[in-house]
């Protein structure tokens, strides 16, 4: 028991004084770890020291490694294992020792513990067990309470720890107080392996840091230097690539920063970023290095914005338009106004609010519904609105887009009136064909002729008078009215006229009807007078005009020759002569254009004077010869010789220039001869003119007169009827005393040039003035406004009988003028044959003579000298002739050839007597004989047209014998086919007989019509050319004929000659129509459309045309083919009768 | 068809027509037909007519026409034959065959009355179509409307016998092979201004109706 006990406080003292043992050692470990560490510490912050001062080499703060490590180890080793050991695992003898330690610390104690530990552990053995127990029970006593680790003392470690303490306190105060070279250098000792260079002496600090803002806003990021200001800084920033993956940094320099703080302004951010700033020093050793700040983060907020914009306009129902969507995203209006425009929009997020604004500050709410909004508003002006959006967190959109917004007005109609288009004077009729065109952008509502009827010629007020119109649609915009306005009901006397214009309304429902106007036009009545003085007035000065051109031609003339001279001694052309050759080249041809344009008038003015029938058929014809000689004033070779003229000035050839030149003189002199003849024929119209309208005014007086008077005799006429008729005669008296005038004027007139003629007009104004014709129309005005309708009416039977007579006079006046015209043409013509006849005679002996007599002859000269009057008697008949043919279109063209050979045949005999050489001169006589007669037949054919002709031009003679002629070859053609038939069938044998009377009658058709070519004027050259060749034709079936040869080639000959006589016939007809018809283009009638067609219509000959094509097929002769075609015609025509 | 579509078919035909007429240039023979007849009047027609055309519409035309007898070798080579006149006109039993070969075949003849051959153009007709007669065109017909518009039918030009002109046509197999327009001459119309001295706005209507006539011919 005994034993137990002590062998549990032997484990109890063990095992403190193990415990104790391992604080000995682990106080001692600590205590030399602290020694260490502050060796260590003290090294490191030396060795910082040292860096700071010397900026090592990496070698060196390697070797500084080295050197600690190699030191750490073996005080490791030296000082810190062994503790660590024991302490860790303490060993027996160790125990012992800390025993014996206790001990000799502890004077009650002393050996105990040893002993009790030596005694126990049998070191002792020998001794007595109860002795051995009581001793380590008296032991045990004496360290029992003991604490054996009362020497160790940790409060010890204190003062070291203490010291490591102060070391590192200093290290910070060092880095407090130069952070950037201790940092660096403390860096530098812990990282020997790297290359560390020295600290930037600034930082930037990013005062904004982090911050939100609304996508297009402005931010403003700010920094701070702290340190020295460096010299450049930078704004950086660093955003996400669009595929999420990379970034995408910008940097942009900060300049012109002062102070300590700078800022970097973005005016519109659209997308978060980070950002920091950036700077630099310029200097070494800081030079290339950067100091950047902290990150910031912008955060953008989206706006809301319109991602579509759909607009759709609805145009105002009048137009009749459809809806219209506006192409997406437009928002620029164009459009009526009126217009209803809608308006949807889609956001890119949910909306709170939307709304249009207008430039007036008028607001248009649109409904929102999600991301979309929609409303809608009307055009009435030009305008610009913004649609503005508000999302939900009460952003608004950023600077809303300004649409522009055009209200297009419904432009006004325009109206034109195409027919009459003009100002026109009513015909007989009372009836205007009227065409208007409308115009419009959406159509027409209503149109009308507006007008006012001013009855100048009657009671002289004014009325104004309002039509409306019909008009078709033609399209969309346009509209045609086309009718004949009947004037009957505006019972219009001469000089009343009617003002007209159309108005039309456009159907604008709107704003109101468009009215569009046309110009104004007016339709007159015109009277007798006026007709009548236009054209004389128009007629006299076109007279006028072409004495001018005579005139001018002469001149110019006149001029050429000068020049001619002048060309003709020099060998070069000086510049100046060549300018003024093409000056009167081009003089020239105005002089053309001129007479071109007096052609022109003239006929306008005949055609006024036709339409009123105021022109006999003989003066018509005359007008129209006139024209026609107007129209060939300017001959081929003239045109030709001016070309030419004009191609030497331009090639500058002397020598052809000079031939061109007289070839234009001798041209020219042509031309000249021309206009003069044209001038004295048309002086000679112009007279033949005035008697016609003397005949028609006195035809028109006695018309007008009759109807007045049998409106008075119809019945009892009402005042207002009275006042008309009134008027009417009114008018009638001053046509008279217009009638008297042109009696005067005529008269004096042909004083001169007919006395005869004038002394009939002398009787006519005696009868006019002793009947006072006058006078008794200004009675019956007044007895018709008296109401005295019955006397009335017997004074207008004494006048009508009067002027009944007085046109009696005029036309009997006019048809001895006509006689006497021709009778001095006959005359004039008898004389010039007479004076051939005798010139010829004594050529005849002239030429005898001169045949008798040899070289030597001294008779030579005289037979020379009496050519020489032969000579000038030619040019004195030539002159003659001249003015004959200045008087009639009848001289025929060849004379002027023969007269001009006759001219050079005398010329020759003169030159040939001078060179005396008899013989040859009578060879030249002999020609001028010929030349003589041929003159003299031309000359009495002429008469004798002359005397056969109603007219002395010859026109309708003309016409006639064509017209014979195509009859006599008709005839000829159907004996000719009829032989050559029979001869083909075989029932005749052609007998010679036959063919040679064939012959003849061609042979004679041939001679008929060249004499017709012969005897017509030059005027004739149209249709003369349209005869070109035809003889030679002729001639040619007549050879064939004599030659007994009648075969398909003559036949087919003989229907061309025939084809060609009426294409002659045709051609005059055709220039007829033409003529009468100009006046008469406007009819235009309205008709209805002809029903539409029917299938059967354009199929339904199919059947019988295949069953007739069928029969044909079947071969049968010519004539069964023809009964056949007949046979199935006549069933078509059945079938396409109505039934 | 709509309009619409129907204006694309005749945009594409013009534009197609003048493609091919690059190489040929569109053109109308002039028939030189016997019997008296006036066959050579309206020397100026085409030649306004074919300037006209070819500052209107896509077709290339050639200056003028060209004139031949229907049995000239190379009438055929024409698509469009003319005939006009005031007179007489006969055709020959070869020429009666060749013409109606020709309109059988595909080619058109346009006949303007010039005033006077009414008679004589129809009793020549009558030979060369016996089963056919002449009808007379609603204004709906194409014809009226196949480039300009031409609601009330054909113009009036010249007065002629007086009361509104007439368009008729000939049909073989559906096709009309022939127009004729008469009491209006619409050729005149077409001549140079200062001929018949027809107001402007009657010359254009003329010169409208004259293209409308080519390119029916051209294009139906």
């Not at chain 1, 090592?56 to 062994?82: M, Q």
């Not at chain 1, 009997?812 to 003028?817: A, G, L, Y």
Request: charged share 30%; net charge neutral; proline share 4%.
């Amino acid at each position: 028991m005994q034993n137990d006990r002590i062998d549990r406080i032997y484990q109890e003292t063990y095992h403190k004084l193990f415990v104790t043992t391992r604080k000995k050692y682990l106080f001692m470990f600590l205590q030399r770890f602290l020694t260490g560490a502050l060796y260590v510490l003290l090294a490191f912050l030396g060795f910082i020291f040292i860096e700071l001062l010397f900026d090592l080499p990496s070698a060196i703060r390697w070797g500084f490694w080295g050197l600690g490590i190699g030191f750490a180890l073996v005080y490791f080793f030296w000082r810190l294992f062994s503790p660590l050991k024991l302490c860790l695992f303490p060993e027996h003898e160790e125990i012992i020792r800390t025993a014996r330690e206790v001990g000799k610390h502890r004077p009650d104690i002393q050996d105990a513990l040893i002993d009790f530990l030596q005694i126990y552990e049998g070191r002792a053995s020998d001794t007595d067990p109860v002795i051995r127990l009581a001793s380590l029970q008296q032991l045990y006593r004496r360290f029992r309470d003991a604490a054996f680790s009362d020497g160790i003392r940790f409060g010890a470690l204190t003062r070291d720890v203490r010291k490591i303490l102060l070391s590192g306190l200093l290290f910070l105060v060092l880095l407090f107080l130069f952070p950037g070279s201790i940092q660096t250098a403390f860096l530098r000792v812990i990282f020997p392996g790297e290359s560390f260079e020295p600290a930037l002496p600034f930082r930037l600090i990013n005062l904004t840091g982090d911050i939100q803002v609304l996508k297009n806003d402005p931010v403003v990021l700010e920094g701070r230097i702290e340190g020295t200001v460096p010299d450049r800084l930078w704004f950086v920033t660093e955003m996400t690539a669009p595929n999420g993956e990379a970034t995408v940094q910008e940097r942009m320099e900060l300049s012109g920063h002062t102070g300590s703080t700078f800022r970097y302004e973005i005016p519109h951010v659209m997308e978060d970023f980070r950002y920091w700033f950036e700077g630099s020093l310029e200097v070494a050793p800081f030079k290339g290095r950067v100091a950047r700040s902290e990150v910031g983060i912008v955060e953008v907020r989206e706006r809301p914005f319109i991602r579509n914009l759909q607009i759709k306009l609805i145009p105002p129902a009048y137009t009749g338009q459809s809806p219209e969507l506006l192409e997406a995203n437009n928002g620029e209006i164009y459009a009526l106004i009126g217009t209803r425009v809608e308006v949807e929009i889609e956001a890119n997020k949910p909306l709170r609010e939307a709304y249009l604004l207008f430039q007036d500050s008028t607001r248009v709410d649109l409904t929102p519904l999600g991301n979309r909004a929609k409303g809608h508003f009307s055009i009435w002006r030009n305008d610009q609105y913004q649609i503005r959006v508000v999302d939900v967190d009460s952003i608004p959109n950023y600077q809303p887009v300004q649409h522009a917004v055009f209200a297009l007005p419904d432009e006004p109609p325009t109206v034109e009136i195409l027919q009459p288009g003009q100002d026109v004077d009513l015909g007989d009729e009372l009836v205007v064909p009227v065409r208007i065109k409308l115009q419009d952008d959406f159509g027409f509502q209503k149109l009308w002729i507006k007008g006012q009827v001013i009855r100048a010629g009657s009671t002289g007020d004014t009325s104004q008078f309002s039509l409306e119109v019909p008009f078709q649609p033609i399209s969309d915009q346009q509209a045609l009215s086309q009718f004949h306005w009947d004037l009957t009901n505006f019972y219009l006397v001469p000089d009343d006229y009617i003002e007209y214009f159309a108005e039309v309304w456009d159907n604008n429902t709107v704003s109101g009807p468009g009215v569009g106007k046309s110009r104004t036009f007016v339709i007159r009545l015109p009277s007798l007078i006026d007709i009548l003085e236009e054209s004389e007035t128009a007629l006299t000065d076109r007279l006028e005009e072409t004495r001018e051109v005579v005139e001018e031609q002469r001149e110019l003339k006149k001029k050429l020759e000068e020049i001619a001279r002048e060309i003709k001694r020099q060998k070069e052309l000086t510049w100046e002569q060549r300018k003024a050759l093409e000056e009167k080249l081009e003089q020239h041809r105005q002089l053309q254009k001129k007479l071109d344009e007096i052609q022109k008038k003239i006929e306008e003015t005949v055609r006024q004077l036709d339409e009123q029938q105021l022109l006999s058929p003989e003066t018509l014809e005359k007008f129209f010869e006139l024209q026609k000689m107007f129209q060939e004033l300017a001959t081929p070779e003239l045109q030709k010789a001016m070309e030419k003229l004009q191609e030497a000035l331009e090639k500058m050839d002397p020598r052809k220039i000079k031939k061109a030149l007289e070839n234009f003189q001798f041209s020219l002199e042509e031309f000249e001869r021309r206009v003069e003849r044209t001038y004295e024929l048309f002086k000679q119209v112009q007279m033949e003119r005035m008697m016609d309208e003397l005949v028609n005014l006195a035809e028109k007086l006695r018309e007008k007169q009759k109807e007045i008077n049998r409106k008075l005799s119809e019945k009892s006429l009402s005042p207002q009827e009275r006042q008309q008729l009134a008027n009417q005669e009114g008018s009638l008296r001053k046509e008279l005393d217009f009638l008297e005038q042109k009696l005067e004027k005529t008269k004096q007139t042909f004083q001169q040039e007919m006395a005869s003629v004038s002394r009939e007009l002398e009787k006519a104004q005696q009868f006019l003035r002793e009947q006072r014709v006058g006078a008794r129309m200004d009675s019956m005005r007044q007895q018709i406004q008296a109401g005295q309708q019955h006397q009335a009416g017997q004074t207008g039977q004494q006048i009508q009988s009067r002027l009944e007579t007085l046109q009696s006079m005029m036309q009997q006046t006019r048809e001895q003028m006509v006689t006497e015209q021709k009778e001095q043409l006959l005359q004039a013509m008898r004389k010039v044959t007479e004076e051939m006849l005798q010139t010829s005679f004594r050529q005849e002996k002239l030429m005898q003579q001169s045949r008798k007599i040899d070289m030597a002859s001294p008779r030579i000269t005289d037979i020379a000298r009496r050519q020489s009057q032969i000579r000038e008697n030619v040019r004195h008949m030539i002159e003659q002739l001249i003015q004959i043919g200045n008087k009639t279109f009848f001289l025929s063209p060849q004379l002027n050839s023969i007269l001009r050979n006759m001219m050079l045949n005398i010329g020759q005999s003169l030159r040939r007597l001078e060179e005396r050489n008899p013989r040859s001169a009578a060879h030249a006589q002999k020609e001028v004989m010929a030349n003589l007669n041929q003159a003299i037949l031309s000359m009495r054919s002429a008469m004798q047209q002359l005397a056969q002709a109603s007219s002395a031009s010859g026109f309708e003679e003309f016409l006639k014998q064509l017209q014979q002629m195509a009859g006599q070859q008709g005839q000829l053609n159907q004996q000719t086919m009829s032989l050559f038939q029979q001869m083909q069938s075989g029932r005749l044998q052609l007998s010679d007989e036959a063919l040679a009377r064939l012959a003849a009658q061609q042979e004679m058709i041939r001679r008929s019509l060249e004499r017709l070519m012969e005897t017509s004027g030059q005027h004739r050259g149209d249709v003369l050319g349209r005869l070109d060749n035809l003889a030679q034709e002729m001639e040619e079936v007549v050879k064939e004929l004599r030659r007994k040869k009648l075969d398909r080639k003559v036949i087919e000959r003989q229907e061309r000659i025939l084809s060609r006589l009426l294409d002659a016939q045709k051609s005059i007809r055709e220039k007829e129509y033409s003529r009468k018809r100009k006046a008469e283009w406007e009819k235009a009638p309205l008709v209805k459309s002809p029903p539409e067609l029917q299938k059967e219509q354009i199929y339904r000959e199919d059947l019988l045309r295949k069953e007739m094509l069928r029969s044909l097929e079947e071969g049968y002769s010519w004539e069964y083919q023809q009964l056949i075609r007949q046979y199935y015609e006549a069933l078509v025509r059945q079938k396409a009768q109505p039934r | 068809m709509t309009p619409a579509f129907r204006l694309f078919i005749i945009v594409f035909m013009l534009c197609l027509i003048g493609q091919t007429s690059a190489q040929m240039p569109v053109t109308v023979v002039r028939i030189q037909y016997g019997g008296g007849g006036d066959w050579y009047g309206n020397r100026t027609t085409f030649v306004n007519l074919f300037r006209f055309m070819r500052e209107q519409t896509n077709v290339v035309t050639a200056e003028r026409e060209v004139s031949m007898k229907i049995t000239d070798e190379n009438f055929f080579k024409y698509p469009i034959a003319y005939i006009a006149g005031h007179g007489n006109i006969r055709f020959t039993d070869e020429e009666v065959q060749r013409l109606r070969q020709y309109l059988i075949g595909g080619g058109f003849l346009w006949a303007d009355d010039d005033y006077g051959m009414d008679p004589y153009f129809r009793r020549e007709m009558k030979k060369v179509f016996p089963e056919a007669e002449w009808v007379e065109l609603p204004f709906s017909h194409p014809i009226y409307h196949v480039y300009f518009n031409f609601p009330n039918g054909l113009p009036k030009v010249h007065k002629h016998a007086g009361g509104p002109p007439h368009g008729y046509g000939l049909f073989y197999e559906g096709r009309m092979v022939a127009f004729y327009s008469f009491n209006t001459d619409i050729s005149d119309g077409c001549e140079d201004p200062d001929i018949h001295g027809d107001p402007p706005e009657i010359r254009r209507q003329a010169l409208k109706m004259g293209t409308n006539i080519i390119l029916y011919a051209l294009l139906y």
